[in-house]
Structures are given as C-alpha cells and as structure tokens.
C-alpha cells in the first residue's frame, strides 16, 4: 500500500518545501541594502525572526531592532526596500511540489499549510498570488502568534483540517519542528529534497 494512502490529511511546511529556500544571495542584497556586514546581518535577521513570526513586532520594528544592534539607521524608505527583498525571496515556488498538493486535494485528502511567517510575507502571499486557495487549512504564525515547535500551531491546524494526529502526515525541513508534531501524535518526516520525499510516499 503506498505511504500516501494510509493518511486522510497532509500538513506541508512552506519555506524549505512549497518555496525555495533564501540564498547567500537573496541575504548579501539586504545586508547592502541595509549596510551592515553580511555575517553580522543574517546573525540579527535570525535573531529576532521569531517574534516578528509571531507578529509580536511589526516590520518596521524588525527592522530597526536590527538596524540598531548593528548601530545603523534605517530610514523608512530603506525599510521598506528590505520588506520587498525579503519578500520577494520567500516567494520562489516549486511547481512540482504545489502541482501534488492539488494532486493529493483531487484524491480526496485534506491539505493544510503550516509555516511560521511574518505577517508582511502572509499577506503578499495572500493578495500576489493564489497558493493560499489550494489548502483546506492555513496556519500561520502571525495569525496565531504561535510558531513552530510551540504545540498550540500544531493544534490549530489539525483543529481547522478536521483530522486526528494519528491520520495526518506533516513534511517540513527542519527537524526541531519534526520533532514538535511527533510530540503530539502526528507522523512526521524530515523533508531533504524534493525526489527524496515524493519517491518515499509513493512508495
């Protein structure tokens, strides 16, 4: 029996599995953007990432935060050039892996999106595109000021697919986050790589 069809739901994690990653590339353009030194920029970008996931700060207070720790002043237009930047380098989509979310939704499985991510990306997603009607479910850190491993997004997205742990498979990259669903029941694989992952679950 393939692996697919012993689940009735499928949780995908977004950066890292549905888009590609951000690149040395996509972080040394803000890093100039911002003139602070690459190294010290993406130390400060991560560093306070999870509250700006958690829509605890706005963007401009993201910004500033690390415009301040690095002892640069950002003004509101270089601001903004950093919130388009980074942005637009989480928006890179993998056709193939959004073409098996429909695949999986016309087979009758339920398909939720579960990803930390600031409100400025959720919303570009949201108004740019149309890969937010492609799932049953979105949960968003933002929107739940919760982010991955915290137990309480995981709950909300399994609330809103309808399904029990034990009949949900979560695909994300990172292994904390991994770690977090199968604390709670569900079945969840790291995800490496694209063939890797579609190979083993057809399977």
């Not at 996931?53 to 950002?74: F, K």
């Not at 997603?125 to 979105?138: A, C, G, N, P, S």
Request: aromatic fraction near 10%; glycine fraction near 6%; charged fraction near 25%.
């Amino acid at each position: 029996m393939a692996l697919v069809s012993q689940f009735q739901a499928f949780i995908f994690d977004y950066g890292g599995v549905l888009a590609r990653h951000q690149t040395d590339a996509d972080q040394a353009r803000m890093a100039a953007a911002a003139g602070i030194a690459p190294e010290r920029f993406t130390e400060l970008y991560w560093a306070e990432r999870d509250d700006y996931d958690r829509d605890l700060i706005s963007g401009v207070e993201y910004w500033q935060r690390i415009g301040q720790s690095a002892g640069a002043s950002l003004s509101i237009r270089t601001i903004e050039e950093l919130t388009s930047l980074d942005t637009a380098s989480w928006m890179v989509f993998d056709a193939v892996m959004w073409d098996w979310v429909d695949q999986l939704r016309e087979a009758g499985k339920r398909v939720a999106l579960l990803s930390n991510m600031p409100r400025d990306l959720g919303e570009a997603i949201r108004t740019q595109t149309d890969k937010l009607d492609h799932f049953d479910q979105v949960t968003l850190s933002y929107a739940v000021r919760s982010i991955k491993p915290d137990p309480a997004i995981y709950e909300h997205c399994l609330e809103g697919l309808g399904t029990g742990p034990e009949q949900t498979l979560f695909l994300d990259d990172r292994i904390a986050n991994v770690q977090g669903a199968e604390l709670l029941g569900i079945r969840a694989f790291q995800f490496t790589s694209r063939d890797e992952m579609l190979l083993r679950l057809r399977a």
